[in-house]
């Protein structure tokens, strides 16, 4: 098939079915517009049928009213006739009063009766309910009733007087709903003329007419009873299709009266039909148009398309495989034209990937090559500058060390030997003292250069650490009684290290000593050096030793290790130096941060013993 026929096809579904919404919904929209302009219109029409019956009700009520007035004043005018022709003229003068009127005096007897062939004379009613209510009301009463064979009638009451001396009475008109063609036969006319069924009902749900296709046994009927008792007007539909109704009252308010009316739909709305067909006739005629202009539109998409196609062919290369036609259509060759070029595209573009992943392989192994080149120069470098470095210090050292070690001990000898031949006088003895304290001094600068200088040899045993931190806190106590330092150790008696116990106590020695020293020359109470002990269960085991001193100076940080520096005035800068050699050369690490207790923190690790380690002990 063609694409300009398959476009033809497919534009008119779619303008088919878009045509098809459009007309459901126009025409549901339609006729929710149409059903309430006639609820409207029928409600319209049932309001004025009840304000017309209350007109004639208060024309009937009038007519009454008049003859009250003539019975009340013409027993006050004498010479005018007797009281039956006195209303007697009255009835005949009236054009409403066509259904016969009775006065009643108040104890239920019947005085007086129009036309004549209405009983009258022994008539009583001495117990109706009706007498009372009209004797006591002060305007027209309007009861509605249905006697034991179904007739209904409307009785309207007026009291009036019977004599001058004001005995009272009341005049009742009997309306016959049935019969009285003059009140109700309109309503009856008109609501057949309108092709609609009627229902006329009373106070108490009493229905006083109905027609055929009415009654109190719809559910819709007893709603509108029930509304129109309210004084309310309404609509409602019951029912669907072709069986659908329409129900309409309104309150006569004229006694509590109410019309009820229903129709059916098809009856009311003949319209809805017509414009039904005209909606029908409209779709057809867009469909047709679509059908034409989805062609006409087909054959300018499809040249287009054609000539795409053309061109996509010629730009794939002549060794691509036809795999056939996909669609029989123009769409079908473009897509072919397009397969043939997607997948030289494809082989290219995988022979580009392939190409640009070798590229990247070889770029990261050469990246990677030059940085673990770079880092082995660096970390060469690094080590040539330090052992050149430590070697230059160690000569340096050594010569300075011999040097000073020779020239102390005469130095010693001839101040021990001035002060033998001098009688040993008190002056020169405290000059032997300085000198002999500056000796000392200068012996251990050159034990420290020489213990610097010379690589560390280590050997290991398992030893308790415990034993080691008591040791050298012993080593310095004198020290730290000295400057009144409280040194405090909590070392578990369980851990043993693995660890050349002489370099190691020198360590602890050192930092002990750092500590004392730190919080001596430091105005914080009390003077403090902690020295505690941390397992990390990894193999290892932390040291730390806390002072109360100054802290650390921010510009320090890792320059404490390296020789020479320090903030002592009298120091060497070789303490920390040297621990920091052999803690390194024990594979663990040293640090130095600010403390808890508000000075510094040493902490350094060293190795856990092991079994192997332990059997080298004991061996």
């Not at 006065?103 to 022994?122: M, V």
């Not at 001396?165 to 109700?184: C, E, M, N």
């Not at 009311?268 to 005209?278: F, M």
């Not at 405290?430 to 690589?455: G, H, M, P, W």
Request: hydrophobic residues 40%; glycine residues 8%; proline residues 3%.
């Amino acid at each position: 098939m063609r694409l300009a026929t398959k476009t033809a096809l497919i534009f008119s579904s779619f303008a088919l079915f878009c045509v098809g919404v459009t007309t459901l919904l126009l025409l549901r929209e339609s006729r929710a517009h149409m059903a309430e302009a006639v609820s409207e219109r029928q409600a319209l029409f049932a309001d004025a049928q009840a304000v017309a019956l209350r007109e004639r009700l208060d024309l009937v009520s009038d007519a009454l009213t008049r003859l009250s007035r003539i019975v009340a004043q013409n027993e006050l005018v004498e010479g005018v006739g007797s009281r039956d022709e006195r209303l007697n003229n009255g009835w005949r003068q009236s054009t409403v009063l066509r259904g016969g009127v009775q006065l009643f005096d108040a104890r239920g007897d019947c005085q007086w009766a129009a036309p004549s062939n209405i009983p009258c004379r022994g008539l009583s009613y001495h117990n109706a309910s009706w007498l009372r209510m009209a004797d006591d009301a002060a305007v027209t009463t309007v009861i509605g009733d249905v006697d034991n064979v179904g007739h209904a009638s409307v009785m309207m009451l007026v009291a009036t007087r019977l004599d001058p001396s004001g005995q009272r009475g009341v005049l009742r008109a009997v309306l016959d709903v049935s019969q009285d063609d003059l009140v109700f036969g309109p309503l009856v006319r008109r609501a057949t003329r309108s092709k609609g069924e009627l229902g006329i009902v009373a106070p108490g749900g009493v229905v006083l007419y109905a027609s055929r296709g009415i009654g109190p046994r719809q559910l819709f009927f007893r709603q509108a009873v029930s509304s129109v008792h309210r004084g309310e007007t309404g609509t409602a539909t019951d029912g669907s299709g072709s069986e659908r109704e329409l129900y309409v009252w309104a309150p006569v308010r004229t006694g509590g009266m109410g019309l009820v009316y229903s129709w059916k739909w098809d009856r009311i709305d003949p319209g809805s039909q017509k414009e039904l067909l005209e909606l029908v006739y409209i779709a057809a005629f867009v469909l047709i148009m679509a059908l034409v202009l989805g062609y006409v539109m087909s054959r300018f998409v499809a040249e287009p398309i054609r000539a795409l196609a053309t061109k996509v062919r010629e730009m794939a290369p002549s060794t691509q495989t036809d795999t056939g036609p996909l669609r029989g259509d123009e769409i079908g060759a473009l897509q072919n034209a397009f397969s043939d070029l997607s997948s030289n595209l494809k082989e290219r573009d995988a022979r580009i990937r392939l190409d640009m992943t070798q590229i990247t392989e070889l770029a990261e192994s050469l990246e990677r090559r030059v940085e673990e080149r770079t880092r082995e120069l660096r970390e060469a470098q690094a080590a040539l500058v330090e052992t050149e470095r430590l070697a230059v210090i160690g000569q340096a050292g050594a010569i300075i060390s011999h040097e000073l070690r020779n020239s102390l001990n005469a130095v010693g000898m001839g101040i021990d030997l001035l002060i033998r031949n001098t009688d040993g006088r008190a002056e020169l003895r405290e000059v032997q003292q300085q000198i002999r304290s500056e000796v000392s001094r200068l012996r251990a600068l050159s034990d420290d250069l020489l213990n610097f200088t010379k690589e560390p040899t280590l050997r290991r045993r398992a030893v308790p650490l415990q034993l080691l931190v008591q040791t050298a806190a012993a080593l310095i106590q004198d020290h730290a009684q000295t400057f009144n330092v409280e040194v405090d150790v909590d070392v578990p008696a369980s851990i043993r290290v693995d660890v050349d116990s002489d370099r190691i106590q020198s360590v602890i020695v050192n930092a002990l000593r750092n500590g004392v020293e730190a919080a001596s020359a430091s105005e914080h109470t009390p003077r403090r050096v902690v020295l505690s002990v941390e397992d990390s269960h990894d193999g290892r085991v932390h040291v730390r030793v806390d002072d109360t001193g100054d802290g650390v100076r921010a510009d320090l940080g890792e320059r404490a290790f390296e020789p020479f520096v320090t903030t002592k005035r009298t120091g060497t800068g070789l303490g920390l130096a040297t621990a920091a050699r052999f803690v390194r050369a024990h594979g663990g690490t040293i640090r130095l941060s600010p403390s808890p207790l508000g000075g510094a923190r040493l902490e350094f690790d060293i190795a856990v013993a092991t079994a192997a380690s332990e059997l080298r002990a004991n061996a």
